[in-house]
């Protein structure tokens, strides 16, 4: 089963503020882990809000916009795609990293 897991951007994901090291290092490790696994498909930063486009697409037209959504407050900074077996493997393995 694929899953898709998303960090959500805070303040200093949409300034352009790096991650703390030890954040960098700590995710290293668990990508690293997870490639060598062979669960990991991909994963990817994403650009700060003001910098996206949003696309709506309404009765067959197409609105092309620039910047945050209505109340943005709820982006993804960044994302990875893994794939598992059971659902109960991912929820068990982000528990054992300390997610809530």
């Known amino acids: 089963m694929r ?5 959500k951007a805070g303040p200093d994901d949409e300034a352009g503020v790096p991650p703390p ?44 916009a620039k910047g945050l959504s209505p109340g943005g407050s709820h982006l993804p900074a960044a994302f990875a795609a893994i794939d598992v077996r059971p659902v109960a493997e991912p929820n068990a393995d982000a528990t054992s990293r300390g997610a809530r």
């Open 3 to 7: 899953h898709v897991v998303m960090h």
């Open 21 to 64: 090291p030890k954040l960098v290092q700590e995710m290293q490790q668990l990508i690293g882990e997870a490639c060598k696994a062979g669960f990991f498909l991909a994963g990817e930063g994403l650009k700060p809000g003001s910098k996206r486009l949003r696309l709506r697409g309404r009765a067959g037209d197409l609105e092309v």
